[in-house]
Each structure stands twice: as structure tokens, then as C-alpha cells.
């Protein structure tokens, strides 16, 4: 049979699914090799390509021995995956389960809680950017007016870092809710009631019948917000460019600011690596847990 | 019945929460219609007492290019990556099915990580800085979540159906086209609507890809405002809602389609 297929004409069918699956191939998976490539070179952007030299993992010994600025990028993003994914996934819970039970109001205020969701995060950047402005912003306004000291939000380290989970949590937990609100839809009333024949309090129900339910969901907001906490770039870039300093850089800055802007492109590739490897391995495991389970 | 007590507790915080949710959107509409002179001395949280569409009008012109250039991106984008979408799915479904792990492992892959060779593999063919690098590098990335979004709503009853046709003498690109395509009204509404918002607010390739007039799209174009030393608040905010205005329209007419596009692209799909 296999001798039969070899001989034959290739079918027109089998000429597009190896040309889309060729295009994407290479842009998706092979510049992912490049750039692993890449990130064994010494290759900077004044070097001409026949001068690269390969220098194995020096890189990368470079940057988890020596580079303080990956420390702290790998540290922030680890704070937002740390925070942001689950008090968005704690704030939808919350938001669902009130959504669940609001009656008549809850197509509007559903919608308002998408709205953040919906936009770029570079509006959301410059959203928040302006609430954070010293002397016109939202809420330096607003503490002024309240006799509590202005603070300059993104300039100083400290507050800067945590500043920025704000907007994170602002744009996902409205996404949370909603996806939430779906698996609330879909646990049968008949459960609920016979539970509340048998005495069980608010907490009990939500414990023992609810979180249950919810697991899937949950599992699935996981996989989703902590792969968009790693990924996170266009806000950042927007509201601090990574500053003060290096003080709320993240990876995806870190390697975007080696290659394009120093023109370090093998050490801004190790670091693409490193995220790369990263984000697998913390998305994946519970993705194809998911699928396993069959959601 | 719930009692009004409770009722009032779970309205007190649904309230909180939307005050949270909208009030950077509000000091955004209050500020767009603020004349320049007197950005920075009316507080963000109330209408300006002389509002102006002068921001609009201004932005309007610095965005109708950039608009454009969205558009172009997003027909090549959304139409390649729906038809792919489709196919490909439709191919893991009838023939090899492990190629779907491909693709898992593809949607999980940061798009900027491979943003060099990306950069390099178009400036070789000369179209850096061009729309059709951008719609097309796009569709490239979008792939692989829309073939697990058409695989979700593809059930394997569908093999019966493509069993049949078969014994009716149809050949697999013909099943594809009569059998398959005409059953996924559903799976492409929701991707088209869902790959609409995610191309329309994509930054990362606009910035690295491009950068230039002839190719940058209205969120990029947007960024550029900031740029400047003391950024001019009401011509931003005015940007803001104009280049935002398509996707959020989009959310609250079709908002159920594209949070499908989410969990389906995530859900079953081996």
C-alpha cells in the first residue's frame, strides 16, 4: 500500500497541507530554532556574519551568573505570575458568583467587566499610565483632595513593581468572571436545591459543590493568565519602558531590549530561550492535563 | 427568596467592582473632549465645562492611515488564518492526528521570541516594513491557535458524515469544501471575530515588523503619542477610544463569540 502511495502523483490536497503547514512551520517552530541558534553566538549587530563564533553557553552563564538585570526581570515576572494569576482568578470567582445570582442587572454589569478585556494593552497602558500621572492622574487628583500624600507611582521601585499588577488584574479578572460564569451556568439546579433541603450553609455549597464544578475552568484560567504573565510585554514597554532603571524590566523586555535596541542578539536570544522554556513548562503540563481529563 | 440584605451586600460589591472597571475609562472620555489649554488644570473626574471635539478631529487624521493599514493586515490575517484554520483541522481530524501536539506546543510559544529571525526572513525578501509581511507573519503565529479552535468544534461524528461522502465517490479537498467548510458557520464566526481583536491589538509585530508608515496600525501609531516629552493627554485619550472603538463594538455586539474563541482555542482538542 505504502508502495502505491509513493508512486503516485501527490494529490492537490496533500500539495496545501504541505504548504500552509511549511509556512507556519517555518515561522512558527523554525525561528524558534534561530533563534536557539543564535543564542550559542557571540553575534552582535556591528559583527558581519561570517565573523560569528560559536561560544556554546556562555551566554547563558552570563546571564544567570552575572546579569543583575535578568535577576530582576526574572524575578518581576515571577511576582505577576505569582499575583496577578491568582487574584484574577480569586476576584472572578468572587465577581461570577455574584453575577450568578444579580438577576436582571447582570447583562450590564457583565458587559462593563469585558470592557477592560477588550482593549489593547497598550490603551490599557496609557490608561493607567494617566491614572498614575503625577499632579493630573486620577488618583494623585484624588489623594490630593483627600489631604493623603502624592506619590510619583512609576518612578520609584517600589511602588512602580507593584503599580503595574494593577492593570493586569484590572484587564483579567473581568475575563475571569465571565469564563467563570459559564461553568456556575452549567452546574444542574436539582444538586443545589436538594443540598439546601439538607442544611447546607452558603460556604458548604460553595466548597463541596461549586469549587468542584469549577475545576476545569479554573485549570483552563491557569494555563491562559500565567502564559499571558510570562508573555507580558506591550504594557510594561508603554507604562516604564522597564524603568526606573532595570527596577520593572521582565524577560520579554530584557531580550527585546538586548537584540533591538544594544544589538546584542546573542544574549537577547538566550533570554527569548529561557522564556520560551519557560512558558512551556508551566503552561503545558496542566494544558495537557486538561486535555486528558477531557473538558 | 434571597433576603434584601443580601441582595444589597452582593450589589454593594458588583458596584465597587464596575467603579473599579470603569473609572480609568471615564477620566479617558472626560479628558478627550478637554480643550489643550486646560488639560492638567480640570480634574479627570468631571465633564469639562467648555468640551471640544478638537482632539478628535486632529487624531482622526493621524490614525486614518494606520487605520487603513489595520484593515489590509486583518483581511490577510483573518482570511488566510480561518481558511488554514479550518483545513488544518479538518486534516488532524481524518489523517494525522498527533500533528495537533505540534500546534499545542505552537500557541504556547512567545511570538517574540522568534522575533530576529522573523525580522531577518523578511528584510532577505525585501518586504520589511510592509503590510503584507505583517498580515501574513501574523496569520503565521495565529495558526495554531485556530486549528485547536476549529478542532474543538470538529467532534469525531463528524467522521461518519465524512465516511459517507467518501463512499459517495467525494475526494478529501471535496469533503473539505461541500461537507466540512458549510458545517463550520459557528467555529468561523467566532474565529474571525476572535483573530479580528487579537490582530486589530497587536503591538509586538507592529513595533518589530512595522514601524513605518506604510505598514503601522492604529495601536502602534497610538504608542507614538507617548513618545513625545509631555505627552498631550486629550490627543491621546481621543486616540485611545478611536482606535479602540472597532474591537469594542466587536465585544459588546459579538462579545460571546470571541470569549468562545478563548476557551474553545484552549478546550478539547486531542
Known amino acids: ?295 | 427568596m434571597r433576603s434584601v440584605s443580601s441582595m444589597i451586600k452582593i450589589y454593594v460589591i458588583l458596584i465597587i467592582y464596575f467603579l473599579f472597571a470603569v473609572i480609568p475609562l471615564w477620566s479617558c472620555l472626560t479628558t478627550s473632549i478637554t480643550s489643550t489649554k486646560e488639560v492638567g488644570l480640570i480634574s479627570p473626574w468631571v465633564l469639562p465645562p467648555n468640551p471640544t471635539l478638537e482632539p478628535f478631529s486632529f487624531v482622526l487624521k493621524e490614525l486614518a492611515r494606520p487605520i487603513y493599514n489595520g484593515l489590509i493586515q486583518e483581511l490577510i490575517t483573518v482570511t488566510l488564518a480561518c481558511l488554514t484554520g479550518s483545513f488544518l483541522a479538518y486534516y488532524t481530524l481524518i489523517r494525522w492526528k498527533k500533528l495537533i501536539y505540534l500546534f499545542i506546543v505552537g500557541v504556547f510559544t512567545p511570538p517574540i521570541a522568534a522575533s530576529v529571525p522573523t525580522v531577518l526572513t523578511w528584510v532577505k525578501l525585501g518586504l520589511y516594513n510592509t503590510n503584507l509581511a505583517l498580515g501574513l507573519t501574523r496569520y503565521a503565529y495565529v495558526v495554531p491557535i485556530t486549528v485547536l479552535l476549529f478542532r474543538s468544534f470538529y467532534a469525531e461524528s463528524l467522521l461518519r458524515l465524512i465516511e459517507a461522502a467518501r463512499i459517495d465517490g467525494a475526494d478529501d479537498l471535496r469533503i473539505y469544501a461541500q461537507v466540512i467548510l458549510p458545517l463550520s458557520k459557528i467555529p468561523l464566526v467566532v474565529a474571525s471575530s476572535f483573530l479580528f481583536t487579537i490582530t486589530w491589538n497587536c503591538y509586538v509585530w507592529a513595533l518589530v515588523l512595522g514601524p513605518g508608515p506604510e505598514a503601522r496600525n492604529a495601536i502602534y501609531r497610538l504608542s507614538l503619542f507617548l513618545s513625545i516629552h509631555t505627552p498631550e493627554w486629550n490627543y491621546l485619550m481621543a486616540g485611545v477610544i478611536i482606535s479602540s472603538l472597532p474591537v469594542v463594538l466587536l465585544y459588546v455586539t459579538l462579545g460571546k463569540y470571541i470569549l468562545a474563541g478563548y476557551t474553545a482555542g484552549m478546550g478539547k482538542a486531542v
Open chain 1, 1 to 295: 500500500m505504502s508502495n502505491k502511495r509513493f508512486h503516485h502523483k501527490p494529490s492537490f490536497f496533500t500539495v496545501l497541507v504541505v504548504i500552509q503547514l511549511a509556512f507556519v512551520f517555518y515561522f512558527v517552530f523554525a525561528c524558534i530554532g534561530f533563534n536557539i541558534l543564535i543564542s550559542f553566538t557571540d553575534w552582535s549587530g556591528l559583527k558581519p556574519l561570517t565573523e560569528i563564533n560559536l561560544i556554546g553557553l556562555e551566554n547563558y552563564v552570563k546571564l544567570i551568573f552575572f546579569k543583575r538585570e535578568f535577576h530582576i526581570s526574572f524575578l518581576n515576572n515571577m511576582l505577576i505570575y505569582a499575583i496577578v494569576v491568582p487574584a484574577s482568578i480569586g476576584i472572578g470567582l468572587l465577581l461570577s458568583s455574584l453575577l450568578h445570582i444579580a438577576g436582571r442587572s447582570e447583562p450590564f454589569f457583565r458587559t462593563c467587566y469585558l470592557l477592560p478585556f477588550s482593549l489593547a494593552y497598550v490603551v490599557v497602558g496609557i490608561l493607567w499610565l494617566y491614572v498614575y500621572y503625577p499632579n493630573i492622574g486620577i488618583l494623585n487628583t484624588t489623594l490630593k483632595f483627600l489631604h493623603l500624600p502624592e506619590r510619583h507611582w512609576l518612578s520609584e521601585p517600589q511602588t512602580a513593581r507593584f503599580a503595574l499588577l494593577v492593570p493586569m488584574i484590572w484587564q483579567y479578572s473581568g475575563f475571569a468572571a465571565l469564563v467563570l460564569l459559564g461553568g456556575l451556568r452549567s452546574i444542574p439546579l436539582e444538586i443545589m436545591e436538594s443540598a439546601k433541603i439538607d442544611g447546607a450553609s452558603g460556604f458548604t455549597m460553595f466548597r463541596y459543590i461549586v469549587l468542584p464544578h469549577l475545576r476545569y475552568p479554573i485549570y483552563f484560567l491557569y494555563v491562559i493568565i500565567s502564559t499571558w504573565a510570562l508573555m507580558t510585554f506591550d504594557l510594561i514597554w508603554i507604562m516604564t519602558g522597564g524603568g526606573p532603571g532595570v527596577e520593572t524590566s521582565v524577560l520579554s523586555i530584557l531580550g527585546y531590549k538586548y537584540a533591538f535596541g544594544y544589538n546584542y542578539f546573542g544574549l537577547g536570544a538566550a533570554v527569548f530561550t529561557l522564556l520560551t522554556l519557560l512558558n512551556w513548562g508551566l503552561a503545558l503540563p496542566v494544558y495537557f492535563y486538561l486535555q486528558r481529563r477531557g473538558v
